[in-house]
């Protein structure tokens, strides 16, 4: 491998089509799902962070991060996207609207005699299926959660703390979401809930993902409350479900004038920007084992549903090496004076790591030139989760591990 392992870029030239998805990520869509997350006992809207002194020094006009370390004390976003579709699958059972089985309905004795007991399959690299085995745990229903290997036993403890029968395979993530996804169809009253679409599976994903929704209408409040209005989003995506959420939604927001959207993925596992750089539509999938510290990125077959809308909305695509990340969460992790601290993991901290490279380092001023990022520039990120791997996050913050423009296996 290179020593200097670099960022790779491309701007969106990929073929439209008729933009049929983004309609399900309306503010109003998403508005129904906040409703649903108010509901919860353990609901707290979550920091938007303003870093002002590092907006300063990296020459922009201000700069936010949507801290999701703390939603509902999992550490990561993911939790609003799998309780909210199994409140949609709940509630479709009945043949209610979500809005009539809010948190205390579905957790009540009568909702369990009327609906029963399903078990929910998942296939996660941590975060997705620890948020649907808490979900599933809260609402007294089952769940099953198979992980892929390099997995840690951190990530899989904190699913089994939830009541889930959980295991790690030999298999990628790709192949425990085809493994999962068999198991669901040969169990009574089992479903697959994935965070990730394909072909005639849909409709769960697509919920998922405005269960995601939450962050973003959270969010745009908290910058409306500021006086803000985002300019540039940079989001990081694994299967695209998350990006698809923000960028659905901001597109939806500011139809007229959108944010500059930029999507984000480690290089090892970046299906979307090989796919938008062959620009005739199709999707292009990474095989193999997906090395790299971006445990949650490390999918290599994208979401259909979030690629319709990523192809029609996103500006730019771009593939990050390890060093990316490492990096944005040590600028998280060692804020400048004035700054908040934020606790960000590998996954959550690649768009900080990539702003920071974009602003700071000459060889990548062709992609802040193109992303037109300047003094003027009022720039979001969403840290997507905080230390879900403290013994990783210690490495990287206290060790140096995939320090910069390493290769990014070189340290470990």
């Known amino acids: 491998m290179s020593s200097t392992a670099k960022i790779k870029w491309t701007l969106n030239n990929i073929a439209k089509t008729d933009d049929r998805q983004v309609a399900n990520m309306s503010v109003d869509e998403m508005a129904k799902a906040g409703d649903f997350h108010r509901s919860f006992p353990q609901y707290e809207v979550t920091p938007l962070t303003r870093l002002s002194s590092l907006a300063s020094h ?7 991060v949507k801290d999701e370390s703390y939603r509902f004390g999992l550490n990561a976003f993911k939790v609003l996207g799998g309780s909210y579709a199994i409140a949609r699958y709940i509630a479709k059972e009945l043949g209610k609207d979500v809005s009539q089985v809010p948190y205390q309905v579905l957790t009540s004795d009568s909702l369990r005699k009327e609906f029963g007991q399903a078990t929910f399959f998942t296939a996660t690299d941590g975060n997705h299926g620890r948020g649907v085995a808490w979900a599933a745990n809260k609402l007294g229903q089952k769940c099953v959660v198979r992980m892929p290997k390099g997995t840690t036993r951190t990530r899989l403890e904190n699913i089994a703390k939830e009541n889930a029968t959980v295991t790690i395979e030999d298999l990628n993530y790709d192949d425990c979401v085809r493994m999962a996804a068999r198991e669901a169809a040969a169990t009574e009253h089992g479903i697959m809930v994935q965070d990730t679409a394909w072909e005639g599976y849909e409709e769960i994903p697509t919920w998922i993902m405005q269960g995601y929704g939450t962050l973003a209408t959270e969010a745009d409040r908290q910058l409306e409350a500021d006086e803000s209005r985002p300019t540039h989003i940079f989001i990081q995506a694994g299967v695209g479900s998350l990006a698809g959420a923000v960028i659905g939604y901001f597109a939806n927001r500011f ?12 290089n090892a596992a970046d299906c979307l920007y090989r796919s938008a750089m062959q620009a005739d539509g199709s999707r292009i999938d990474v095989t193999g084992d997906m090395l790299t510290i971006m445990a949650g990125l490390a999918c290599g077959e994208a979401n259909t549903v979030s690629w319709d809308i990523l192809r029609n909305h996103a500006d730019a695509f771009v593939s990050c090496p390890d060093w990316v990340s490492a990096n944005g969460t040590r600028i998280y992790g060692s804020p400048l004076r004035g700054d908040k601290q934020v606790i960000s993991g590998e996954s959550g901290s690649v768009t900080m790591g990539l702003l920071h490279a974009v602003m700071t380092k000459p060889e990548y001023a062709d992609l802040k030139k193109a992303l037109r990022l300047d003094q003027n520039s009022e720039v ?8 879900t791997d403290p013994e990783r996050y210690h490495e990287i913050t206290w060790e140096g591990l995939c320090g910069s423009d390493k290769d990014p296996f070189a340290s470990i």
């Open 58 to 64: 990296l020459g922009l006009k201000r700069l936010y």
């Open 255 to 266: 139809k007229e004038d959108p944010p500059v959207m930029v999507v984000v993925e480690a």
């Open 380 to 387: 979001l990120l969403v840290s997507s989760e905080g230390d």
